[in-house]
């Protein structure tokens, strides 16, 4: 009786502990996609952009800043300028390293900066308790 007891034990504790841990997962909220797309625009942004345009595309003595509500540049437009760069400037075109996703991302980045909500600083730190951001609600992507 002694071994049935513990091994019915043993068996009950397993079957919580991984439904603590399952519910657990499941409890996390998962990062919303937009969530995504902007951080990766953010990354793409500090591979390949912040040195001309700074580190918030606030702009520097090199490039414009690109945030100012008068440069705000269409989807189509800035990923046409991305790609092509401005003749006789120093803006020079993209489409060899950075493909048309990942321009997506940098422009996503960038509106977000533009559009006043998403903080200065990296976005998985000036979120709430300083997490990831979180995107608000009805801010529009395109």
């Given at each position: 009786m002694t071994r049935?007891?513990?091994g019915m034990t043993a068996v009950l504790w397993l079957v919580v502990?991984?439904?603590s841990v399952q519910g657990a997962r499941q409890a996390?909220?998962?990062l919303s996609e937009t969530y995504q797309t902007v951080y990766n625009g953010w990354?793409?942004?500090h591979v390949y952009c912040y040195r001309c345009h700074g580190v918030d595309a606030n702009g520097t003595t090199t490039a414009p800043n690109l945030t100012e509500a008068s440069l705000k540049l269409s989807r189509a437009g800035f990923l046409k300028?991305?790609?092509?760069?401005v003749p006789e400037t120093a803006m020079q075109g993209w489409s060899k390293?950075?493909?048309?996703k990942q321009l997506g991302q940098i422009y996503l980045y960038v509106k977000a900066r533009t559009d006043k909500v998403l903080p200065p600083g990296r976005p998985d730190e000036v979120g709430?308790?300083?997490?990831p951001w979180v995107p608000p609600a009805g801010w529009s992507t395109r």
């Amino acid at each position: 009786m002694t071994r049935w007891w513990c091994g019915m034990t043993a068996v009950l504790w397993l079957v919580v502990s991984l439904s603590s841990v399952q519910g657990a997962r499941q409890a996390a909220p998962a990062l919303s996609e937009t969530y995504q797309t902007v951080y990766n625009g953010w990354k793409w942004w500090h591979v390949y952009c912040y040195r001309c345009h700074g580190v918030d595309a606030n702009g520097t003595t090199t490039a414009p800043n690109l945030t100012e509500a008068s440069l705000k540049l269409s989807r189509a437009g800035f990923l046409k300028t991305a790609r092509t760069g401005v003749p006789e400037t120093a803006m020079q075109g993209w489409s060899k390293l950075l493909d048309d996703k990942q321009l997506g991302q940098i422009y996503l980045y960038v509106k977000a900066r533009t559009d006043k909500v998403l903080p200065p600083g990296r976005p998985d730190e000036v979120g709430p308790k300083g997490g990831p951001w979180v995107p608000p609600a009805g801010w529009s992507t395109r």
